[in-house]
C-alpha cells in the first residue's frame, strides 16, 4: 500500500475461491493481495469487475516449452511466445520440463533450462526434471537439487530414448522419499506398444488414425497399475499425469483407497476429444496426435467422473505444440507412418477457456471446482508458494472472467 492507496484495485467483482464465491473488492499492493472486502479504499489503478468473476490465475503443472523430444525435435514455441499464450488464457503460472538425455549429466540440464527460461519467460514458472539416465552422479544431483528447492520429477515408463527401466525407476523413487520431492509419470508399456505399432505397420495400416490403436488401452493400464505398486512398496508420492480411459481412473481409485500416495491429472484433449477425431482426410490428423491417445465416449465419463469425486485431482494441458512442416509433425517426410510423427499439441492458452466453458458456462461441476483443479490444486501439490489462491498475502496472479 502506498500511503492509504492500494496499488490496484479490482472493484465489485465477484469473488470465486476452490471453497467459496462472493461479491467483494479486491486491493493489490506489492505484487499481493493486500485485502479482500467491501468498499475498500482507493487504488492507484482501478478495474470495474462488476458482472465479472475474479479468480486466481490457472496454475499449468504440465507443459513442454523449448523441450528437446526424444526423436530431437524441439516444440514450436519458444519461453517468450509459450508464456505470452498462456497469459492470454487466463494462465499466470507455468511448470515445464528440463529435459536429461541419456549421457547428460541432470545438474548441467537444470542449469541449461534455468538460463533459457530465465531470458524468456513473461509469467512465473518452475520445472520438473525428467530423469532419463541414474548413471555416475546423477543420483547425487538428484538428491541435491530437491534439497535445493526442485521438487518434482518426471519418468517415462516408454519413449525409446528417455524411458527409464524397474529398477532405475524404483531407485529414483527411493531418492526422491529421502529428500521429498515428488515423482511424476508418463505411464505407459512400451513392450505393448511396440508390439501393436509392429502389427499395425505389418498390415499397412500406416495413416495418422492407426496411432490410436498402437497405444492400447492395456498399455495405460500396465503401466498405472505397476507405477502404483511401486508408489506403496517405497512409500514415495507419485503424480500420474495424462491419465486416458476409465481403467485408469479406477486404477486410482483403488490405489487411494488402499492408501497409497497417488495423484492423477488428466488434459483437456481426453475430455472433449475421441478417437473419433483422429478420422480426418490425408495427413491432417497429425496435428492432433498426442499419448496417450484420444479414447471414447465412456472414457470422458469416467474422467469427469472421477474429476467429480476427487479421484483425479488436476486438468493440465501436456501443452506440446509442433509445427505441421519439416521442424515438427514432418520432420520424417511429408506423409510418414503414425510412429514417425511427432506426439503433442497446444494447449497452453486454451486450456481454461475449454474448461470454464464446460464447467462455469456449462455448468459441469462448476466455478469452484474450475478454480480448484485449475489453479488451487496443481499449487498445492507442487509446493508452489504464493499461488493458486486469492488470499491476503499470496502472489496477486489473478484472471478476470
Ligand atoms: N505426449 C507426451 O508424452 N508428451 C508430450 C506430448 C504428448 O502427446
Ligand atoms: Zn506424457
Ligand atoms: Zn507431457
Redesign the pocket.
Known amino acids: 500500500m502506498t500511503g492509504n492507496t492500494y496499488d490496484l484495485v479490482i472493484r465489485g467483482g465477484t469473488i470465486v475461491s476452490a471453497q467459496a464465491t462472493f461479491e467483494a473488492d479486491l486491493a493489490v499492493a506489492d505484487g499481493r493481495v493486500a485485502a479482500l472486502g467491501r468498499g475498500l479504499g482507493a487504488g492507484v489503478e482501478e478495474i470495474d469487475a462488476r458482472g465479472r468473476l475474479v479468480m486466481p490465475g490457472g496454475v499449468d503443472t504440465h507443459c513442454?516449452i523449448e523441450q528437446l523430444s526424444g526423436a530431437g525435435l524441439m516444440n514450436a514455441d519458444t519461453f517468450e511466445s509459450a508464456t505470452r499464450s498462456a497469459a492470454f488464457g487466463g494462465t499466470t503460472t507455468t511448470v515445464s520440463f528440463a529435459a536429461q538425455h541419456p549421457g547428460m549429466r541432470i545438474a548441467d540440464v537444470m542449469a541449461d533450462y534455468a538460463a533459457c527460461a530465465t531470458r524468456g519467460a513473461l509469467i512465473d514458472h518452475a520445472y520438473h526434471m525428467i530423469v532419463a539416465d541414474i548413471s555416475g552422479e546423477n543420483l547425487a544431483d538428484i538428491s541435491r537439487l530437491v534439497g535445493e528447492g526442485h521438487r518434482s520429477i518426471k519418468i517415462f515408463t516408454t519413449?525409446d530414448k528417455v524411458r527409464l527401466d524397474d529398477l532405475s525407476i524404483l531407485k529414483v523413487l527411493e531418492t526422491a522419499r529421502a529428500r521429498g520431492a515428488l515423482v511424476c509419470f508418463?505411464a505407459e508399456n512400451d513392450g505393448l506398444i511396440r508390439w501393436a505399432t509392429e502389427r499395425l505397420l505389418a498390415a499397412g495400416d500406416t495413416a495418422p488414425r492407426f496411432h490410436a490403436l498402437s497405444h492400447p488401452r492395456l498399455a495405460e493400464i500396465e503401466a498405472l497399475e505397476r507405477i502404483c505398486r511401486f508408489s506403496e512398496a517405497t512409500g514415495q508420492p507419485v503424480m500420474l499425469f495424462?491419465v486416458s480411459t476409465r481403467e485408469g481412473v479406477e486404477i486410482v481409485r483403488a490405489a487411494r483407497g488402499r492408501g497409497a500416495p497417488v495423484w492423477a491429472e488428466t488434459c483437456p484433449h481426453y475430455l472433449f476429444m475421441t478417437e473419433d477425431d483422429l478420422d480426418r482426410p490425408g495427413m491432417e490428423a497429425a496435428a492432433l496426435?498426442?499419448?496417450p491417445p484420444q479414447r471414447q465416449a465412456a472414457d470422458q465419463e469416467a474422467l469427469w467422473r472421477g474429476l467429480a469425486l476427487g479421484d483425479l485431482q488436476l486438468v493440465t494441458s501436456?501443452h506440446?505444440p509442433y509445427r505441421m512442416d519439416a521442424s515438427g509433425k514432418f520432420a520424417n517426410g511429408e506423409a510418414p507412418p503414425f510412429n514417425r510423427i511427432a506426439?503433442?499439441?497446444p494447449g497452453l492458452e486454451l486450456r481454461l477457456p475449454l474448461m470454464f466453458d464446460a464447467m462455469v458456462v456449462g455448468g459441469r461441476l462448476g466455478a469452484e471446482k474450475f478454480v480448484e483443479l485449475t489453479a488451487t490444486a496443481p499449487a498445492a501439490l507442487f509446493g508452489l508458494a504464493g499461488k493458486g489462491r486469492l488470499d491476503p498475502g499470496y502472489d496477486a496472479d489473478i484472471a478476470i472472467w
Open positions: 513442454h519413449y508418463h495424462h496426435l498426442c499419448s501436456d506440446a506426439n503433442g499439441m
